[in-house]
């Protein structure tokens, strides 16, 4: 099956969500500009990371004085997107790995996810070659520092809005309880 381009340079939107209830999410990220939207699926673990590293890219080149990105309140609060995911949503992907990256004449941030293997491998993005029709589906989207802070803080709230912790084990509490190694298998509540 050829391979599937999703281009957006810039998108009108590019957030991470989620569908389900805490404990039995599936994670979004998700991309927009005017009628096309596309959905690909992560993991939550993927989500955190890529908006941790994220985070800390906007940091560095705040740092370096790269881009101008002066965050006040004023400008957060603008920044806050707490809409819901777009629909339809419809699985495009599932992706392996992500990657990242600053184009410095451009001032662009850029993210691209790639699709798994079909046999599960993790493909590494160096050989991958972008003009291979046969490669790995890829998301590829190229935005403002400021869309990418938008990104981050949304993604921050989506990963923190999962099940809360044990106060014993600090792993994530089930609604019907779970076994807590610091209670010797006993369930706590």
Known sequence: MPRR???????ERFVAGTVGRPGDRTFFLQA???PRVVSIVLEKVQVAVLADRLGELLAELERRGESAIEVTEIVAASLDDTAPLDEPLNEAFRAGSLTLGWDGDAERVLVEARAQSDDGEEIDPDEDDDEDQDGPDLLR???????????????ARVVAAGRPPCPLCGAPLDPQGHICP????HYVN
């Open 5 to 11: 381009r999703y281009l957006f340079d810039p998108p």
């Open 32 to 34: 927009r500009d005017g």
């Open 141 to 155: 989207v190229r935005m403002t520092a400021d869309a990418a802070r938008t990104f981050v803080m949304r993604a």
């Open 182 to 185: 610091r209670r010797n298998g």
